[in-house]
């Protein structure tokens, strides 16, 4: 994506999401985005085609584009999360990627410790080890926490939910900060994830899938957290 179209899909999709611009109400005409982020109408007719396919407005031909329900956003999409979660609606779509979280990766967790192979089991133990390296900043740790999960998944054989928890992993990757709890990864975070990777390796899908769900009742508890406790 060409760094001034980037920029101003970035723009467009947040004053979308913020509400700057209503449900059911028309962007503005290409011309007019062309001339506000000095861009070509080509390039403006590009990024509003980049909002239609993240299903935030409704192109009609000879109108312009319309903003959709918020119901109908693709909020799995990078951009459109960390847009939503850099408002003051964030509370809500963490909510709801951890309810899906919790009905798909117990799941996948479960079917991970009965299929994982030997390659399987070599990411989840280099990610771990990433984890636990006591040098490691809070970028690199919360990156090796998505390299784990995502081995997971990837474990579990079901492309179908891996693909769907792949994409949710991603666009979380950017409000990793507001759940994380750096003081609490030695005492809660890395026995934690131990725990989920010890069951897998053993293929004990019944402790595996406890263990998930133990991990993601802790994460829904820093959401619930009042502000003065998560620093």
Not at 23 to 45: H, K, M, N, Q, Y
Not at 56 to 66: K, N, S
Not at 78 to 104: D, K, N, Y
Not at 195 to 219: P, Y
């Amino acid at each position: 994506m060409a760094r001034l179209h980037e920029s101003a899909v970035r723009v467009l999709i947040k004053d979308v999401v913020t509400g700057q611009y209503e449900v059911g109400e028309w962007l503005p005409r290409e011309v007019d985005i062309a001339e506000t982020f000095g861009i070509s109408r080509g390039v403006a007719r590009e990024c509003i085609r980049a909002l239609e396919e993240r299903s935030l407005v409704l192109v009609r031909h000879g109108r312009g584009a319309q903003v959709l329900d918020p119901r109908k956003w693709d909020v799995l999409d990078e951009l459109v999360a960390s847009e939503i979660l850099a408002g003051p609606t964030s509370t809500g779509l963490l909510s709801e990627f951890l309810e899906c979280r919790r009905g798909l990766e117990i799941e996948a967790v479960g079917l991970a410790a009965m299929r994982a192979g030997e390659e399987d089991r070599a990411r989840l133990h280099a990610a771990f080890a990433q984890m636990s390296n006591e040098s490691a900043s809070e970028e690199e740790y919360l990156r090796a926490d998505v390299a784990f999960h995502e081995a997971l998944v990837v474990a579990s054989g079901n492309r179908a939910m891996a693909q769907t928890l792949l994409r949710m992993h991603q666009a979380l990757l950017c409000a990793r900060t507001p759940l994380a709890r750096p003081q609490r990864r030695r005492e809660v975070g890395l026995p934690e994830h131990e725990r989920i990777l010890l069951a897998v390796c053993a293929g004990d899908q019944r402790e595996a899938k406890n263990a998930m769900a133990d991990h993601l009742d802790t994460v829904f508890a820093y959401l619930n957290e009042p502000l003065a406790l998560r620093d």
